[in-house]
């Protein structure tokens, strides 16, 4: 995010408030290389953070109002919002403006004295695509509001925060791994965290140093249908983990799959709901080994293992990320998978800097030959997290 984006936003807040923002803070939408759908069964993932940010610019208020406005609706012609802050109840709101306004109600239900705040929202993170925009829409809110009323909470506590906004105010029953992410990844880096505690590694990850490059592919299908599919994928995984009568799956070790996989029986649903959540645990514990030892390149199976579990076990590709991931890896790519919550969205492709061009014309032509909208295919390198821009 540059300077003059900042610049930009704190004038676009001036226009509507009247005022200079009090200061803009950004915060990156993310891809996650490996680790899918264990957020919420106590697991293991490895997302990085995107260029691409929610930035917002923000003042406080001591009236108990809270305006909202965002430059990503209407062509940035929509109105300001007004809400009072003790108005805000979880569920009241299916507009855009749930994920701020979902943030000053948790904060406040955390028993943090926030009245109110003027908001202007601006975000280059790709709506649908599977990339959390609303994760960065609710960090940057989160962190502003953290900031200006010196709560002193720390990256993880505001995911927590973000996390229960979305659960609870939106309604969407995601796990914690974006919302950590966005408050938490570091440049040049790729976060290995333990959703359990939410502890966290850094881990060096400098494709462009080795030769490599790791592009994202959009597929253009939007995954807004896809709630209630991830509500029963979750709803499944704590039905293997009730019968398994472990507290999650993440308690599942991978040695002792089969054994486990015999007592579920013959409900082959949950039974492969299960081998998805064991093997993805360590799938996410080999592509950190093997980071660690420099042998990046062997990423590159294990990523696409990951999307044939996706795919066959977990249920929740489509036939455009199917498309990505066989294109990609028929010409030449070293690994490939879907990445996000699935049903749409994004792929992740890993290849030799010297494939990318093949690669991408590949998954260009195959798209159109198939029919399909026009993929966006950008390269993604570990950016920033959360942080104050202005
Ligand atoms: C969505 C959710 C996350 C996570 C992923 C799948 O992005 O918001 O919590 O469950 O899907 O890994």
């Known amino acids: 995010m540059s300077v003059d984006t900042a610049a930009a936003v704190a004038e676009r807040f001036k226009e509507l408030y009247g005022a200079e923002p009090e200061g803009v803070w950004a915060a990156p939408g993310r891809v996650n290389l490996i680790g899918e759908h264990t957020d919420y069964n106590d697991g293991f993932v490895m997302p990085f953070a995107l260029p691409h940010t929610a930035v917002a610019a923000v003042s406080r208020r001591t009236d108990g109002v809270l305006r909202l406005h965002s430059a990503d609706i209407d062509g940035d012609a929509g109105g300001v919002v007004e809400l009072r802050v003790d108005d805000l109840a979880p569920e009241s709101d299916r507009n855009w403006t749930a994920y701020p306004s979902g943030v000053v109600w948790a904060l406040r239900q955390a028993g943090h004295a926030v009245t109110g705040?003027?908001?202007?929202?601006?975000?280059?993170?790709?709506?649908?695509?599977?990339?959390?925009?609303?994760?960065?829409?609710?960090?940057?809110?989160?962190?502003?509001?953290?900031d200006l009323y010196d709560l002193g909470l720390k990256g993880w506590q505001l995911a927590r925060l973000c996390q229960r906004a979305e659960n609870v105010y939106v309604g969407a029953p995601v796990g914690i791994m974006d919302q950590t992410a966005s408050a938490c990844c570091e440049a040049g880096h790729a976060l290995f965290l333990d959703t359990r505690d939410l502890s966290q590694k850094q881990i060096p990850f400098d494709l462009a140093a080795e030769g490599m490059r790791?592009?994202?592919?959009?597929?253009?299908?939007?995954?807004?249908?896809?709630?209630?599919?991830?509500?029963?994928?979750?709803?499944?995984?704590e039905k293997g983990a009730a019968l398994l009568g472990v507290g999650?799956?993440?308690?599942?070790?991978?040695?002792?799959?089969?054994?486990?996989l015999d007592r579920?029986?013959?409900?082959?649903?949950?039974?492969?709901?299960?081998?998805?959540?064991?093997?993805?645990?360590?799938?996410?514990?080999?592509?950190?080994?093997?980071?660690e030892s420099g042998d990046t390149r062997a990423i590159g199976p294990v990523l696409t293992a990951g999307h044939a579990s996706l795919r066959d076990d977990f249920r929740i590709s489509c036939p455009e990320l199917d498309l990505v991931v066989d294109t990609a890896l028929a010409n030449g790519a070293l690994g490939a998978r879907m990445t996000g919550g699935g049903f749409g969205g994004s792929a992740i492709v890993l290849a030799e800097a010297a494939d990318v061009e093949t690669v991408t014309k590949s998954v260009e032509e195959a798209f159109a030959a198939a029919g399909f909208t026009a993929p966006r295919v950008f390269e993604a390198v570990p950016a920033a997290g959360a942080r104050r821009v202005r």
């Open 248 to 260: 999650a799956l993440r308690d599942v070790a991978y040695d002792e799959l089969d054994a486990a």
């Open 214 to 237: 790791l592009l994202v592919v959009d597929t253009q299908v939007k995954h807004s249908h896809s709630e209630g599919e991830y509500g029963k994928r979750r709803a499944g995984c």
């Open 264 to 291: 579920l029986g013959d409900d082959e649903e949950v039974r492969r709901l299960v081998r998805h959540i064991v093997t993805e645990d360590q799938r996410v514990e080999q592509v950190v080994a093997l980071l």
């Open 117 to 146: 705040a003027d908001i202007h929202l601006a975000s280059t993170v790709p709506a649908g695509a599977g990339l959390s925009s609303s994760a960065a829409l609710e960090v940057v809110v989160a962190l502003a509001l953290n």
